[in-house]
């Protein structure tokens, strides 16, 4: 049996040549020449002389590059660093000092001039040319086992990013739980490929796709950016299966043609990254009453995500807040409490996650990966940072970041169950709770950020509705004194809502 990605990507392109296995708006690679070009790059790769398993940063955007790199550079036994197009230049020159990378493949131009480093730059024309030439390619030795496969640097909205590092095995046991479990992805599906490459959750659909002869329909970064050009292409991909964050549905839904009748084959929706709403998961329910739709939960640091559940209409109908699901085998969810000790069912504290699933740490930042990683009942553990509480069962609720957990006179508040709270109100459509300080560092009052339904309210009009709207539906302490009213969030660069941005909008 095959065990490593790598031998079951080659024997996936064997058995499917001539199958279409990435889409770029409609150019088109096929298996075959997928395989082909993996190999010219990895033969290549091999007489540069590299140090062993020293990292390679691909950067770039979308392209079908992207992924022949990375699973180039797996074939020749190194680790990829997915880094976007769009990045500003202080991350990048953080993740070239961190990683020290001894090459950088540019699908898109580098900015190298902007930068400090020394690496062997490969220009998207070397890269062009090293693809069109057929190289003989030898297998040695792919990434296996506790080798990492990629490091992947977290958005760092508060401080420099961290390059988590993820190993192959890490990397094989999700994919095995996507394709696996009850998720009931069939073989040749269509993916939906919107999430950046250097955000992890691409890992749930390019890899995915491609060891069960898939086709992923990559949307570059500029199309996603354009509405018009965004809501026209997507009926036209056939998909199959949405990856995404819920911020990312809601967008889509802006489009009355996303829809069941215009897209009749889009039958699964996984979900991660961020909390999908009851009004999120009901709205999409109506537009494609036939689909399956899966929340799934995990930080970077334990491989994209370590629980899923499936979303149904009862569970929507029973909850406020839905479930992030139950944890996947070779994986066990503890909560802690202030002081460390384990909670009773259903008491909430900090979710821990061990098990299989655990990156190795942050590269060459023993601090910060002795303050997260630690061993746990004799297993790779990390601290998430999230509250949670656990049933006895095994299902796990995620209860917002424990930094978003505020005082309030006294009160301890969730701001993600305040924005939960104002969702309830039918003039909502989309809200977000910031805390407004004052010069103490205290907590003077909350703030509503609020995407309104369609309304032909003034805005005093709109608060006060709002407010008797939602009588009995807020615990009174947690009532905003401030509407704010938007058309839309801020979004950070990997498609959730920007919440620390409007906390500091509030406060400035
Ligand atoms: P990232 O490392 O960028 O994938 O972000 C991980 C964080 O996103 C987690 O620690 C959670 O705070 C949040 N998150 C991920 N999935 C979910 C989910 N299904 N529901 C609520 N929050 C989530």
Redesign the pocket.
Known sequence: MNTNIVNIFDQVAKDNSTRVAYDEMGKQTSYGDLKKNTESLAAWLNEQGLTSQSPILVFGDHQVEMITSFLAALKAGHPYIPVSTDSAIPRIQSILDTAKPELIIAVDNFPSEQLQFDAQVVSKEQLASVLATAREFVPGNPVSGDELAYVLF??GTTGSPKG?EVSHDNFKTFVDWVLDSNFNIPEHANFLGQPPYS???SNMYWLPALLSGGTIKAIPHSVVENFGQLFTALPTLDLNVFVGT?SFADMLMLSPAFNEEKMPGLKIFM??????TVKTAKALQQRFPHARIF???????TT??I?GIEITPEIVANNDR?P??YAKPGVELSIWDGDKQLTEPGQQGE?IISGNSVARGYMNNPEKTAKAFFEFNGEPAYR???AGTLDADGLLH?K??MDFQIKLHGFRVEL?EVRASLEKSPLIKQAVAAPKYNKNGQVAHLIAYVIPQDNDKDQAELTKEIRESLKGLIMPYMMPTQFIYRDSFPMSA?G?IAVKQLIKEANQ
């Open positions: 977290t958005s988590v955000f992890d959750l819920p979900f991660c990254g961020e909390e999908l929340n799934t939960y995990g930080p970077t640091e994209v995500a629980s839905l992030v699901g979710i998430t940072g999230d995620h917002g970041r993600d990997n959730k």
